[in-house]
């Protein structure tokens, strides 16, 4: 394997526990949550959540573990925050997909172009 392609394998395998975080509906919506609406409180993203205060903390808790979201206490609460930097190496390795399927689309379209 070449060294490039052993690097961006790395860049994947890097990124494998921010999609298998972002994998459960209850996770995504939470960063979707943090994303439009700043640091919250456990108690604020449990509103409409659907879900116990306790699932709402063990489902941060994974996010946390995957690097995507971090905690501050504010007196009493613990506020949760999104960390953008884990969502950015995410989407780098997307897009490097997108481009490799793009260049096997070119690739694939050349050869049926081509006259016999």
Not at 24 to 38: E, P, Y
Not at 72 to 84: D, V
Request: hydrophobic share 45%.
């Amino acid at each position: 394997m070449s060294r490039s392609r052993s690097a961006a394998a790395a860049k994947l395998a890097d990124a494998a526990p921010v999609f298998a975080a972002l994998g459960d509906a209850t996770r995504l919506r939470l960063v979707a949550r943090l994303c439009g609406g700043g640091p919250l409180s456990i108690a604020r993203l449990s509103e409409g959540a659907g879900v116990t205060r306790q699932a709402i903390t063990k489902h941060l808790h994974a996010l946390a573990d995957a690097g995507l979201v971090r905690h501050s206490r504010r007196g009493r609460e613990r506020i949760w925050e999104l960390e953008p930097r884990r969502l950015a190496t995410a989407r780098r390795c997307l897009d490097q997909i997108s481009d490799q399927w793009d260049a096997a689309i070119s690739r694939l379209k050349a050869f049926v172009e081509e006259e016999p």
